[in-house]
């Protein structure tokens, strides 16, 4: 007989193209579970000269609200000590003993305005992940809005801060967990296509990988370089919209080829240095009903593909 105790499954159906539950009905770490053991040696296997890199830009970068009007540079606060501002805080104000000098620090931080990962729990899809008929708001694996991911619905006052919401499952610690180590390669659109404004797909991708002689195999995790945050850092802060929606390359996530390359290919993670991976907003699509983001859909909605923005890869 069932276990009568047993958790009910949260999906009897998956999308098509989808590999909820072949990591586990539970998994919220997606095609992570491919950076094994082995790739992390392959990985170290590829180190020749221990140089180092910082690959993320500045938190104050792209500056201002250009590229998102939603999201804002972060804001740097002194905590409060004694009713004071914790800023260069002498303590021998307190006890004339003390020599020391304090100074603590609180920060607002919109978490996709600069350098970001994508979490599972980013974008979800209207879905009929239980059959019976009727599309609901569901993420990577079935996980539910509303109960997995929570938080305030409806109108916010305006200047208002929206309630607290919280990832009770996908949140990006479980991301954390792994340590993300592994075997990159690098595709390099830049050196190919300049700063020229392009949608690549699936026959321009696989042309400069083969031209530069670059093999992606299972689990590795996968950089786009197209040049685009290096403008950002030519901008310094204050960034031109209009040079910056026309110029470097982005994904087409309209190109089934394209799409299908990234599941049948294995990668672990999917990383660029532009905005959003993939043009957005995506070109048209015959069917009556579709994702905006298509390769979001395909990454962190089907496959839990973790998807990196803004990377300083140049």
């Keep these: 007989m069932p276990d009568a105790l047993a958790p009910a499954p949260r999906w009897t159906r998956r999308p098509p193209g989808s ?76 006890d004339a003993r003390l020599t020391d000098v304090m100074s603590d620090d609180a920060v607002l931080l919109h978490t996709q305005y600069s350098t970001q990962w994508d979490g599972l729990a980013h974008v979800g899809q209207m879905f009929d992940a239980d059959g019976d008929g009727v599309p609901e708001p569901r993420y990577y694996n079935g996980y539910h809005a509303g109960t997995d991911v929570t938080g305030p619905s409806g109108a916010v006052p305006q200047d208002a801060m929206p309630a607290p919401s919280h ?15 592994g075997r990159a390669v690098m595709i390099d659109l830049h050196a190919h296509f300049g700063r020229e404004h392009r949608h690549v797909g699936f026959d321009d991708l696989q042309r400069v990988m083969h031209t530069d002689g670059v093999t992606v195999e299972p689990g590795d995790m996968v950089c786009l370089h197209t040049g685009f945050a290096q403008m950002l850092v030519e901008m310094a802060g204050t960034p031109d919209p209009h040079a910056l929606e026309h110029s470097c390359a982005v994904l087409d996530g309209r190109d089934v080829q394209l799409l299908e390359w990234i599941s049948s290919s294995g990668l672990s993670v999917l990383i660029a240095d532009n905005y959003a991976v993939e043009a957005h907003p995506a070109g048209g699509c015959d069917t009556p009903t579709h994702s905006a983001v298509p390769l979001h859909e395909l990454c962190l909605f089907k496959l839990g593909i973790h998807l990196a923005e803004l990377w300083h890869l140049t």
């Design 19 to 94: 590999n909820w539950g072949d990591f586990g009905p539970d998994d919220q770490r997606g095609r992570l579970n491919l950076l094994t053991p082995e790739k992390v040696l392959q990985g170290i296997a590829e180190v020749r000269e221990g140089r180092i890199f910082c690959l993320s830009l500045p938190l104050n970068l792209p500056g201002g609200n250009a590229l998102n009007p939603r999201r804002h540079p972060p804001v740097l606060r002194p905590t409060v000590r004694n009713g004071q501002a914790n800023i260069n805080y002498q303590l021998g104000q307190d």
């Design 167 to 181: 990832a009770r499952a996908l949140g990006i610690e479980h991301m954390a967990e792994t340590c993300v180590q």
